[in-house]
């Protein structure tokens, strides 16, 4: 948090005056009264996802079946056509990336492709502080191997159940390590882990290495080429916007092409081939041979909109935004909550931390529903976390502005204390 910052509103609304991204707001179907802090859990929709999802609508309404043939076979196509447009902003190629069901089932997909335990190299590395979905595909993959998770699976304790210490990890790499699964960004403290340092050692030593891309994604730069892992999985309804339960994403380094997925099914079959619906899988040699069954057009269609808009932004213009609104957002809490019991979870320095800023109160829970209560989208993680995140593309620094001063509203009248601290089912 190098950068100088001043109180005050007249400050936020010269920096909105002068935000080269500011012109992508309008783009985005903002509520009016509603401050959204919560894309780093459900990015907001934007026009252009609207009407990409409405033309997928129309093609359907007007084509029927014909629908995969229309357009050049656009949207037969639609996982390749997606992933060109994905490609620049992870710097990989388009053919490495295929977009297919969720980030959990993407995980199955490349561990049961590349866990090839044998008696001295069985386990896999993860990390206590992850997203427990991945744990929990980790878990059973294991056990599918006739493993018991408790002995096959290597878990790296972090520290203070807040951050993962990468040197932790390079200790962590033994003989006896097959796989390593981490995350880029982590989604309580928006860590953002060294990949490049952690990649290079499990390479060295002959691990496959793979990452989960989820909370990094559209948040942070990334260069898949230079990193060559061996796979990555990202959700795309993050920060990409692409709407709930939007199709996520899988890449898979190409030299392993050559690969049989773990988990094959017909449209992970060679494209020229795929309708002549023989018995024998053949595999189509990129990432798409990874996809296992019909792609839900619908459920991807809003991405073809949301990645158009992040191509003309440009990932280094939208992390230089957004590092400079979280910081702001940071400098206000400093030097107005933090007499009130609030502390910020998060690394402060640029190169550690993501896109949210993780903001702490014993209260937290009851706090994030009295800021819902006056409008404002934050979300909480147990036990402690408000997350909030100014993004880049449709927060302005006057909300940023205005959410510390809700809260600083909120805590000195003790409005929240008229909130019941029992959780709701999605909190
Ligand atoms: C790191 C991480 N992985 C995966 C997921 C969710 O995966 P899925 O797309 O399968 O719901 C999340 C959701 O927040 C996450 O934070």
């Known amino acids: ?12 609304k010269e920096l909105d005056n002068n935000d080269r991204l500011g ?6 179907l903002l509520t009016k009264g509603v401050i959204y802090m919560c894309g780093n859990s459900l990015g907001l929709a934007s026009k252009d996802a609207e009407e990409a999802v409405l033309t997928v609508l129309d093609k359907w309404k007007d084509h029927g079946v014909k629908i995969w043939n229309v357009d050049d076979g656009k949207y037969y196509l639609y996982s390749g056509y997606l992933a060109e447009l994905m490609a620049p902003l992870v710097g990989a190629e388009k053919d490495e990336i295929a977009f297919a069901g969720s980030t959990t089932t993407n995980i199955h997909q490349a561990i049961s492709t590349f866990y090839k335990p044998t008696k001295d190299k069985y386990k896999i590395l993860v990390d206590d502080i992850n997203f427990p979905t991945d744990r929990y595909a980790v878990d059973s993959q294991v056990r599918l191997k006739g493993y018991d998770p408790k002995d096959a699976v290597k878990v790296i304790k972090s520290v203070e159940e807040k951050f993962l210490n990468e040197d932790d990890v390079i200790e962590a790499m033994t003989d006896e390590v097959a796989l390593i699964l981490l995350p880029a960004v982590f989604y309580r403290t928006a860590q953002v882990v060294d990949m490049k340092k952690i990649t290079a050692v499990a390479k060295e030593r002959g691990i496959i290495m793979g990452w989960d891309l989820s909370h990094a ?3 942070i730069e990334i260069d898949l ?6 796979f990555a999985v990202w959700c795309t309804y993050k920060y990409l916007n692409g ?5 996520s994403a899988l890449y898979v380094n190409r030299r392993h092409f050559k690969q049989l ?3 094959a099914g017909w449209f992970g079959n060679k494209h020229e081939t795929q309708f002549l619906l023989r018995q024998e899988f053949d595999h189509q040699q990129d990432a798409s041979g990874w996809q296992i069954g019909t792609p839900s057009l619908l459920a991807m269609a809003g991405l073809e909109g949301s990645l158009k808009i992040f191509n003309e932004a440009g990932m280094s213009s939208i992390r230089s935004k957004s590092l400079h609104i979280t910081g702001y957002l940071m400098y206000l809490i400093e030097k107005k909550l933090v007499q009130y019991g609030f502390s910020i979870g998060n690394f402060k320095e640029d190169s550690k931390r993501g896109g949210h800023v993780c903001l702490e109160h014993d209260e937290g829970y009851r706090i994030s529903l009295a800021l819902k209560a006056r409008g404002v989208v934050p979300d909480f993680r147990d036990p402690n976390v408000i997350r909030l995140t100014p993004t880049a593309l449709y927060t302005s620094y006057v909300e940023v502005y205005n959410v510390v001063e809700i809260l600083l509203d909120v805590i000195k009248t003790e409005s929240y204390k008229q909130f019941s601290s029992k959780r709701n089912l999605v909190v």
Do not use: C, N, W
């Open 217 to 219: 994604v559209g948040a």
């Open 243 to 247: 709407g709930p339960g939007a199709t």
């Open 225 to 230: 080429k230079s990193l060559d892992a061996d």
């Open 1 to 12: 948090m190098e950068k100088q910052y001043k109180d005050g509103i007249e400050y936020p």
């Open 23 to 28: 012109p992508f707001r309008q783009r985005f």
């Open 261 to 263: 997925p773990g988990l």
